[in-house]
């Protein structure tokens, strides 16, 4: 297959290239030069619709760290590199007289209200800049054309032992302090890298895949939980409870990434037969069951 990534230079991103790469696929990388408005649009568009030609999928991965403090003008960029990219994105592909089979489109699990444990059939939205920024996102996803099958993956936390935030997680562990953020009744919903890049490719060759899939683990754990996992898993000597307004006062209105999170249940990919290689955070840590 010939699969078009943006986003296609950061850690997921870069990790799904190899990962396809090694399966025989065919990458179209989509970096900044891509999304760069010309001086003439008719051109502009153009010429991003002459970079997807020919592509059987399209996967839409761009957008700025979350995990940064909000001011007004980050806020922006996190709302550009996402609803300004996917907008591009999507007025590329259906711009094209033979589409892509798929998109599948990023969104994240902050979409829901974490006051509940939700499926992708009765998932209510959140509120605050979160679930707006995810709701406004999905909003663009959806404004591709109906010949193009569309699965728009809300994402938990992708964990790799080699990158991306866990190693960062797992530090203060690694030195025998097991560290919990608040009281740790916060649900934790996460995913471990190599299953999302599985159930990308699951999710490309199972047609009755589309609309919201749930990208997280079937478990379903807390702040709580995940640190019981790592503190056997490396050992602790301590265990430090860390307040809530320490990351209040460090990333101001982001710190909700931290004081809460919704209960996500992978429905759609359970009863589709979708089998997890890490689908608890001690197989995670163990490597996996295969």
Request: with cysteine.
């Given at each position: 297959?010939?699969?078009?990534?943006?986003?296609?230079?950061?850690?997921?991103?870069s990790?799904?290239?190899?990962?396809?790469?090694?399966?025989?696929?065919?990458?179209?990388?989509?970096?900044?030069?891509?999304?760069?408005?010309?001086?003439?649009?008719?051109?502009?568009?153009?010429?991003?619709?002459?970079?997807?030609?020919?592509?059987?999928a399209?996967?839409?991965?761009?957008?700025?760290?979350?995990?940064?403090?909000?001011?007004?003008a980050?806020?922006?960029?996190?709302?550009?590199?996402?609803?300004?990219?996917?907008?591009?994105?999507?007025?590329?592909?259906?711009?094209?007289?033979?589409?892509?089979?798929?998109?599948?489109?990023?969104?994240?699990?902050?979409?829901?209200?974490?006051?509940?444990?939700?499926?992708?059939?009765?998932?209510?939205?959140?509120?605050?800049?979160l679930?707006?920024?995810?709701?406004?996102?999905?909003?663009?996803?959806?404004?591709?054309?109906?010949?193009?099958?569309?699965?728009?993956?809300?994402?938990?936390?992708?964990?790799?032992?080699?990158?991306?935030?866990?190693?960062?997680?797992?530090?203060?562990?690694?030195?025998?302090?097991?560290?919990?953020?608040?009281?740790?009744?916060?649900?934790?919903?996460?995913?471990?890298?190599?299953?999302?890049?599985?159930?990308?490719?699951?999710?490309?060759?199972?047609?009755?895949?589309?609309?919201?899939?749930?990208?997280?683990?079937?478990?379903?754990?807390?702040?709580?939980?995940?640190?019981?996992?790592?503190a056997?898993y490396?050992?602790?000597?301590?265990?430090?409870?860390?307040?809530?307004?320490?990351?209040?006062?460090?990333?101001?209105?982001?710190a909700?990434?931290?004081?809460?999170?919704?209960?996500?249940?992978?429905?759609?990919?359970?009863?589709?037969?979708?089998?997890?290689?890490?689908?608890?955070?001690?197989?995670?840590?163990?490597?996996?069951?295969?």
């Amino acid at each position: 297959m010939r699969i078009a990534i943006s986003g296609a230079s950061g850690f997921i991103g870069s990790y799904l290239v190899r990962y396809f790469t090694s399966e025989g696929h065919w990458i179209v990388p989509l970096g900044r030069d891509f999304f760069a408005d010309g001086p003439d649009a008719g051109e502009t568009l153009g010429r991003r619709a002459a970079l997807l030609r020919g592509c059987d999928a399209v996967i839409n991965l761009a957008g700025a760290p979350i995990n940064h403090r909000w001011t007004k003008a980050y806020k922006r960029e996190l709302w550009e590199s996402r609803i300004g990219t996917t907008h591009r994105l999507v007025e590329a592909i259906n711009a094209l007289e033979r589409k892509p089979s798929v998109f599948i489109s990023t969104s994240a699990v902050g979409y829901y209200d974490p006051a509940f444990c939700r499926n992708e059939f009765d998932g209510n939205r959140g509120e605050g800049f979160l679930a707006d920024l995810c709701v406004g996102w999905e909003r663009e996803a959806r404004r591709v054309s109906g010949d193009v099958r569309l699965s728009i993956v809300r994402l938990g936390i992708v964990l790799d032992q080699r990158g991306g935030a866990f190693p960062r997680m797992a530090k203060p562990f690694r030195m025998g302090i097991a560290t919990r953020i608040g009281s740790g009744h916060q649900a934790f919903a996460w995913i471990a890298l190599q299953d999302m890049a599985r159930v990308v490719e699951f999710i490309m060759t199972h047609e009755a895949l589309f609309g919201v899939i749930n990208l997280v683990a079937p478990q379903r754990t807390t702040n709580a939980g995940l640190t019981d996992a790592l503190a056997r898993y490396y050992g602790d000597r301590w265990r430090v409870s860390i307040p809530l307004w320490v990351f209040r006062l460090w990333y101001g209105e982001a710190a909700e990434l931290f004081a809460s999170g919704p209960c996500v249940i992978p429905r759609k990919l359970l009863g589709n037969g979708f089998e997890f290689r890490c689908p608890t955070l001690s197989a995670f840590l163990g490597g996996g069951e295969a």
